[in-house]
């Protein structure tokens, strides 16, 4: 899935074309059999003119996935198309004009169009998974892309305007889990930017971690981020490590739930066994800056 292009070029609308992308990588991840190129290496591409055959080639894959988001007021505007990359040939294509509180209907028709030209064969659990949406407010969705969008670019500001959208989320729909783990993450990340003292922040993260897995106990992405709480903030290591191998195990494919369970083997200074861990985080992430960082630190 390459990041879906700003057609507009207006820079409110940019949260929409990367969530949007982000949203389809995590979607169509769901499934084992299929294989999809990670956020860090998908979004090399953004922001430049790129043939889809030489693309899919450099990236190895047999299908690309490419878009445009276009926005005027409440009226939104995807295109998307699907193209075999050795035959170079577009497998499906569509254009999709709707109000903007239809984002959510979207993203399920173009996964589900997805699934069906490359002619998967699907289970139950698979196809739920598929269609599996967080929040049924739409509101709180943009909200919660916006929070998303703030927190990659991890600064100060752009953190703290992060947990401003994450809480909003919250607020229009209280049983988002995902809103909450943005929350918690955006609290996690701040304490290494002196944004404010590491305890309050961590106390904060742990409150939403929590407050997501009441909403959903199997939540890799709040467990990802309350191993970490738990060894930070409260020196629990034995609970760290449980709740680290739980969030591996729910979730082979999130490198953040293998990168946070080696920042807690090596604080045990259980070297070899961090190295490793963070290694899995890194073939998932091979682009990440953040990933990098943290496999320099684990060594």
């Avoid at 709707?98 to 399920?108: K, W």
């Avoid at 739409?138 to 909200?143: N, Q």
């Avoid at 889990?177 to 944004?195: N, P, R, W």
Wanted: charged letters at 25%; aromatic letters at 8%; proline letters at 4%.
């Amino acid at each position: 899935v390459l990041p879906f292009a700003n057609a507009a070029a207006d820079p409110d609308a940019e949260y929409l074309s990367d969530g949007i992308t982000e949203s389809l990588i995590n979607r169509l991840s769901q499934i084992p059999s299929l294989r999809v190129v990670p956020r860090s290496t998908a979004f090399r591409y953004k922001g430049r003119d790129v043939d889809p055959v030489k693309a899919g080639k450099q990236l190895k894959v047999q299908s690309l996935l490419t878009g445009k988001v276009q926005q005027r007021g409440d009226l939104l505007s995807v295109q998307a198309e699907l193209v075999d990359v050795k035959q170079n040939a577009q497998l499906w294509g569509d254009r999709f004009n709707r109000r903007g509180v239809d984002l959510l209907s979207v993203e399920d028709e173009i996964a589900q169009q997805i699934a069906e030209n490359l002619r998967l064969t699907l289970s139950g659990d698979e196809r739920a998974r598929l269609a599996r949406r967080d929040t049924e407010n739409t509101e709180a969705y943009h909200l919660y892309l916006k929070g998303r969008y703030y927190w990659s670019k991890r600064t100060p500001p752009d953190l703290k305007k992060s947990v401003e959208y994450f809480e909003g989320a919250i607020a229009k729909d209280p049983g988002y889990a995902l809103a909450y783990t943005g929350l918690a993450s955006a609290y996690v990340v701040m304490t290494a930017f002196d944004v404010g003292a590491p305890t309050d922040l961590f106390t904060k993260a742990k409150a939403a971690a929590l407050r997501a897995l009441d909403v959903d106990s199997h939540l890799a992405e709040a467990l990802a981020e309350l191993t970490l709480i738990q060894a930070c903030l409260d020196r629990d290591w034995e609970l760290a490590e449980a709740t680290g191998r739980r969030a591996t195990q729910r979730s082979p494919g999130y490198w953040l739930a293998h990168d946070h369970y080696a920042m807690t083997l090596a604080a045990q200074g259980r070297f070899d066994e961090a190295i490793a861990e963070v290694r899995r985080g890194q073939a998932l992430e091979p682009l990440s800056v953040v990933v990098h960082h943290h496999v320099a630190w684990v060594h």
